[in-house]
């Protein structure tokens, strides 16, 4: 089972924020489990605070902002990259200004602190991983920008960038797993002398300079004019005598595509999960890459659990046999007809419904439909397996039911359906009771829900 992460303890990092010029002071705290992470501002009245997911973006122009209410956060897709890539799941961020600093433009700074201060797992809760079951895309005609995430069975990125420069040429970068997420932390951001003006006039990158930006000069100005920009921005005037970038160098030949994929996996961070595919991304964007996460998050919320994976190429774990082994029910009762999953607190169980069963023969002859008692028992069915595996000497043992809760039928089971079964223990077992929380899904989408209690007696 993978587990929730948060951090094993705080860290603080102070420096200038890139749009406000504000100095700024950050401390990122460890949290619960199913706490998410948070962002608190402490600067203001009541110190309100705001989960960081896609559902409170609200502007995306040159940084991620989020806001809920009157308060608001922005710059924050570098430390959410860096979170993201250590598997955090679980923090509380504290912030005394309306933006992350900046510091060295990258997402380092964060992702050394975090491995500093080390990682802690919270036991006995399970990590919520977006696993892709389909390709998404989402594209933007006027830009040409593209992003699409693809299955896969780990994380991985790829980004291609193409700002039609004569300094700096079309770039491609590559991250296979987040385990080289080191490799890329230090891609710095960046921006264009050409743009230097405009963004001032949006009462933005006031806080940008030399050590926390590459600045590009790709279009010649008059001297004069950079000498303005200078100005504008408080910072030395510097003489620049041909295109190239200004004031340092490259730390990669493809630095911009690399801090590119930051951004697209701080933004990606906000779907509030771990994700579990493959990004493609094309000239990205932060309002490409948030659009991308806001609409998982839609997704996520129509169906509160993803279904498990079932490939029936794998062998189970229990086939038919070994169940009538551990239950005592047999036919036309056993409703569970093999096991592909157990973990420590959760399984998962399948049933293939028939147009033999024979309930089928009152329910309803015209219009088969598996009743909904039957769906929640064989859940109950799958449940005992669970508690059963957890005990030594297991075929001495069978499970009752006590109490059902919460039952809820979302849509029909017929003749031909394969029924996933995931059960989970809502908490320990407990002077022989097990409570539990139990989901039947249908081509992917829940059909059935309930919790329930069930009690373990020893056979006489």
Sequence with gaps: MTLQKTLNSSFELKGKGLHTGLEIHIKFH????????????????????????????TSTVRGTILKRGKMQIGTVEHAMSALFAHEIDNCLIEVDAPEFPILDGSAKPFYDAIASVGIKELEKTEKDIYIVRRKIEYSDAESGAKIMILPDSEFSIDVYVDYNSS????????LETLADFEKIADARTFVFVREIEPLLSMNLIKGGDLENAIVIYDQEMPQEELFKLADLMDHPKVNVDELGIIGTELKYNNELARHKMLDVIGD????????????????PGHKINTALAKHIRRELKKQEIQAPIYDETVPPILDTVAVREKLPHRWPIQLVDKIIDIRRRTIVGVKNITANETIFMGHFPDEPIMPGVLLVEAMAQTGGLLVLSQLENAEQYSTYFLKIDNV?????VVPGDTVIFQVSLLDEIRRGVATMRGYAFVGGKITTEAEFMAQIVKKK
């Excluded at 199913?34 to 960081?52: E, F, S």
């Design 30 to 57: 460890p949290a619960d489990a199913n706490h998410g992470i948070r962002i608190k501002r402490v600067d203001l009245d009541g110190q309100p605070d705001i989960p960081a997911l896609a559902d409170y973006v």
């Design 167 to 174: 300094v700096v040429v079309p770039q491609y970068a590559s």
């Design 408 to 412: 809820k039928f979302r849509q029909k």
């Design 268 to 283: 990606l961070a906000l779907i509030g999960k771990q994700i579990q595919g493959k990004v493609i991304a094309k000239y």
